[in-house]
């Protein structure tokens, strides 16, 4: 049976009641001429009506979704990029779809410098951004309200329709917020709009300085340093719309900047180096250097497994190197002078670290220090077998 004449027979979700061809179902009316169509497919079939049995109830058009559905994602400094701009904007998009895993996402779209996510089921939200704030290269985001437009409706629709719908928009995001002082500000990247910035900042402030004042709120408009800021983002998509920002961590998308193998001592220095090394696109590995001798409960390796798990949300995946370096310390302190001690566990850690850093094609290795990251090829110069022979 196509598709057009699925809600002309049908048993509707729950009720199980039957919704009958001309009948109002799942809000769809079907017509005479889709009627009649349905009527010649099932009589060729048979005598009996080609009746079909579903749980849920279909829609042709996929329903449109609420407004708290829309979260807006700015960029941090990929803009700056030139040439391989696709290639962050693609890792960004990778790690936005990788950090949504498990919430329902309509789609991911791109309108202009910005990603637009809709989700499918408004619950999802708090998750959602919860999520995105743990995803570098982000910049800010927020909940957005969109107002349907396309330059192709001017025609039928003027401008002078469009502007109430963003100002009653506009009204409706910041009617519950608290606030002294407030501004619009607004930004037309689609120049197919007939209106300017400017036009609409006038407009929409002058609409809610009138509501507010209606509603008994004595709020003054500031444009240099305002408490809320009501934004409006003309794109090509929707009229974006939103009062609250919240901020990202900014940074290059992970996965832009090659792997990298980190040494994880336990302390904060190693775990903070490892944070600003992901900021900036890179992919960590780690390795933990654990000795024996500890009361049951003090051993450094849960202190490292807890590290790690602080630090996998921001990049989605890691792996964790547990050496046992006890039986190294136990040769040095047998064959080496205590002088030499602190810089032989040095070195052979480092020589450990490179090593391992070839297995999982790291290009590098991130440490607490002056030098918080080096070339394994420097490294391998300095640590080359002869100088162990």
Not at 13 to 40: D, F, I, K, W
Not at 337 to 352: A, G, N, P, V
Request: glycine content about 8%; some cysteine.
């Amino acid at each position: 049976m196509p598709r057009a004449s699925f809600l002309g027979w049908c048993f509707k979700h729950v009720t199980g009641a039957q919704v009958a061809p001309g009948v109002t179902g799942a809000n769809r009316t079907l017509g005479s001429a889709q009627v009649e169509y349905m009527r010649r497919g099932s009589s060729t079939r048979g005598s009996l009506p080609n009746w079909r049995y579903t749980t849920q109830v279909r829609c042709l058009r996929q329903a449109k979704m609420h407004a708290s559905t829309h979260i807006v994602v700015h960029y941090h400094e990929l803009w700056l990029k030139l040439g391989n701009r696709p290639f962050f904007l693609h890792q960004l998009r990778r790690a936005l779809r990788r950090a949504l895993e498990g919430i329902a996402v309509a789609r991911i779209t791109q309108p202009g410098d910005r990603y637009l996510i809709e989700l499918e089921n408004p619950a999802g939200l708090e998750t959602a951004l919860r999520r995105l704030q743990q995803v570098f290269g982000i910049s800010h985001l927020a909940v957005a309200r969109p107002v349907d437009w396309s330059h192709k409706t001017f025609g039928q629709v003027t401008a002078d329709d469009v502007v109430p719908q963003i100002c009653e928009t506009a009204w409706d995001e910041i009617r519950t917020e608290s606030f002294s002082t407030f501004a619009v500000r607004a930004k037309r990247s689609d120049k197919r709009f007939p209106h300017n910035s400017m036009f609409l900042e006038r407009e929409v402030g002058g609409v809610l300085f009138d509501k507010l004042e209606a509603a008994g709120r004595t709020a003054k408009v500031d444009l240099d340093n305002p408490e809320l800021t009501c934004r409006i983002e003309v794109t090509r998509g929707p009229i974006l719309i939103y009062a609250r920002r919240i901020a990202g961590p900014g940074g290059l998308p992970t996965n832009t900047a090659g792997r990298l193998m980190c040494l994880l001592s336990g302390g904060f220095d190693s775990a903070v180096a490892a944070y600003k090394m992901m900021k900036r696109g890179a992919h960590l590995s780690f390795v933990h250097f654990w000795g024996g001798g500890a009361e049951p409960g003090e051993s450094s390796i849960h202190v490292a497994r807890r590290l790690v798990e602080k630090l996998v949300p921001w990049q989605a995946t890691a792996k964790l190197y547990l050496v046992p370096f006890e039986p190294l310390q136990r040769q040095i302190v047998a064959d080496a002078d205590e002088s030499f001690r602190t810089l032989l566990y040095r070195r052979l850690m480092l020589r450990i670290a490179v090593g391992d850093g070839r297995q999982p094609r790291a290009s590098g290795f991130a440490n607490s220090g002056q030098s918080a990251i080096g070339r394994l090829d420097r490294a391998a110069a300095a640590l080359s077998p002869a100088h162990w022979r």
